[in-house]
C-alpha cells in the first residue's frame, strides 16, 4: 500500500479508532505492562490545543496537512508522514495551519511495571527478548526525539487498528492486542535513539550554546521559576549580573522579544494549563490569575483573549481545544 493510499485510509477511517476507548486495550512487553489511555482523530481543518500535560505518553501521527508542536519551549514543524511525541508531565500544545490544516490520530499510552495488578479485556502478547527490552529502556528514558518521519509500520498499523475498530471481525480483541503491540514497538523504534538505527532526519536542535544565549536561558529560567510574582527587569538583570540595560538587549537578541513579553507569554502559557486541568474545574478564574501573577482579572482576560484568541472561560467550556472553522 502506498503513502498516499494509507493516508486517505486514515481520512476516511481514522475516527474509527475512537471506539478503542471502550475497549480497554492493554499488552506485555518487555516486562512491562502498556495501558492504552485515550484514542482521537483530529479531521484537517484549522484547529488548535493549549498547553497542557499528560501523565502518559500521547502520540500523534500526521496523516495530511502540516502544523507546529511546541514542547518545553521548543517549536517543532509537523508535515505529513510525521510522529511527534508528548512524554509524561511534557507541557506541549499543537497548532495547526490555517493554510494546509494538519489532520492527526493520537493516541496515548501508560507504561507499568508487568504485574502490577492491571487487566485489559483485549489480547496481551509477552516478549522476553532482551532486544525489546532495551528498545522499550531507551523509549522510556531517553528525552531527545520528540518528532521524527514516520516511514515505517507506523501508520499501516495505525489503519488496520481503525478498521478493525470499524468492523470487528472473529478473533477481534486478539487482533487489536496484536495490533497495539506492534504500534508500541514501531514507535519505539522511530523515536528512540538507539545507535542501531538509521534515522532519515533529525528533529530541529538548539544551536550550540554562546555565552550570550547561556546567559539568557538563566534570565528565562528565572522568568519561568517566578512568573507567579511581581517580576522587575533590574532582578533578571541580577541574576546574570548584568545593567538592565545590557540584560534587556541581550534578551531581545537572542530569545527574539521582550522580558516583559516573555514573562507575559509564560503566564498565559500557565493559565491555559490550569484552566484544561480537570482537577481545577472548580477552581474561580480570578484564582487561576492570581495564580499566574495578573492581580486584575479584567486585565488577565483582555491579555488571555488578545493571546489565545479565547477568553478563558471559553478555553475551559471547549477543554483546551479550539476548531476554528
Known sequence: MTADATADGLRLSGAALRRLRAERVGVRLAGRRIEFVDWGFYAP???????HVHSCYE??????????FRVGGTEHPIGPGE???????DVHDIVASDEDPMGIVFWSWAVLQDGAGTKAATGSTTDDNHDAADLMEAFTTGDDRVAMAADGPVPRILLLLAREAADPGPGSAEMIGSLASALVLAAAR???????????????????A??????VTTMIRY???NYHRPVRIREVAAQVHLSERHAARLFREFAGCTVHAYLARCRLEAAAQLLCDPGHHDT???AIARSCGY??????????QRHWGLSPAALRARGGTKHLL
Open 190 to 208: 522511530t523515536l528512540s535513539d538507539l545507535p542501531s538505527r538509521n534515522l532519515s532526519r533529525h528533529p530541529a536542535r538548539l544551536a550550540p
Open 223 to 225: 522568568l519561568r521559576d
Open 295 to 304: 492581580l486584575d482579572r479584567r486585565h488577565f482576560t483582555e491579555s488571555f
Open 83 to 89: 510522529l511527534f511525541l508528548a512524554r509524561p508531565g
Open 284 to 286: 474561580p478564574i480570578a
Open 59 to 68: 502520540l500523534c501521527y500526521t496523516y495530511a496537512g502540516h502544523g507546529t
Open 210 to 215: 554562546t555565552p550570550g544565549a547561556s546567559t
Open 45 to 51: 481543518e484549522p484547529w488548535r490545543n493549549f498547553p
